[in-house]
């Protein structure tokens, strides 16, 4: 079976009992995984974050069942209690110092001319919203999408690959290098389509850095929304 050596065991450890199956290749599993950029800890375990979940092999699949759909704006009463919500479930579940890094990179986005923007579930997330465009051609950009309860943050890639202008993949690339060079976020190349994820504590030590990376992105969309043409409501009149 091709890439049978990518398979591992449920705690990411190569299995002990791993035979090639063609019974004829002696090249070492581990090996060929350090050289495609999976990283192994002391204890023989591929990082998690370089290791595909269910939800990630359900995205190649297409069998992905999550909506792609942005989330819902904050700004009517209903969505004024999913903001209290999220906030509450953030600081039930999460250090004080966690809940303050998230509360401050959300109240500096509104600060760049974004928006909260909330989901429906039972655990409510959050995502950081920006609205381009005009009424004929408006769309909704989101980089990260907060998790309170799990203590997640994904970085959907996978929606954004779809979204100019991070449909073009130099400018993804760009915002996982940004992330990347802020500890305790390793978010892996092979992901880079799907929606990898890093922990919430992060926000706790290195929110600054976190909004520094998002000013970046709203600064990029706005670059491009300066260049696109402006869509014309009518054709003109000829004489």
Not at 35 to 49: K, L, Q, W, Y
Not at 141 to 154: H, K, N, Q, R
Not at 157 to 185: H, S, T
Request: aromatic content about 8%; some cysteine.
């Amino acid at each position: 079976m091709h890439g049978a050596y990518r398979v591992l065991t449920a705690d990411g450890r190569i299995s002990a009992g791993f035979r090639w199956p063609d019974g004829q290749r002696r090249e070492d599993p581990r090996t060929l995984l350090e050289a495609e950029g999976v990283v192994f800890d002391s204890a023989n375990r591929a990082r998690r974050s370089h290791r595909l979940t269910t939800t990630d092999l359900a995205t190649l699949l297409g069998k992905d069942l999550a909506e792609e759909a942005p989330p819902t704006q904050d700004g009517d009463t209903e969505e004024r209690t999913a903001a209290d919500r999220f906030e509450a479930q953030l600081r039930e579940n999460q250090a004080p110092e966690t809940v303050e890094g998230v509360l401050a990179m959300l109240r500096f986005w509104e600060q760049q001319g974004g928006h909260r923007a909330f989901g429906r579930a039972a655990e409510t997330s959050c995502s950081p919203v920006l609205r381009v465009g005009g009424q004929l051609d408006s769309r909704t950009l989101w980089p990260l999408a907060i998790y309170p309860v799990t203590g997640t943050v994904e970085v959907v890639f996978q929606y954004l690959k779809r979204r100019p202008p991070f449909d073009d993949e130099p400018l993804r690339r760009e915002l996982m290098a940004r992330l990347n060079e802020i500890e305790g976020i390793d978010l892996a190349e092979a992901k880079l389509d799907l929606r990898p994820s890093f922990p919430v504590e992060v926000f706790a030590d290195h929110s600054e850095e976190i909004c520094a990376a998002l000013e970046w992105f709203v600064h990029t969309v706005a670059l491009a929304e300066a260049r696109r043409p402006m869509p014309m409501d009518d054709e003109p009149d000829i004489a």
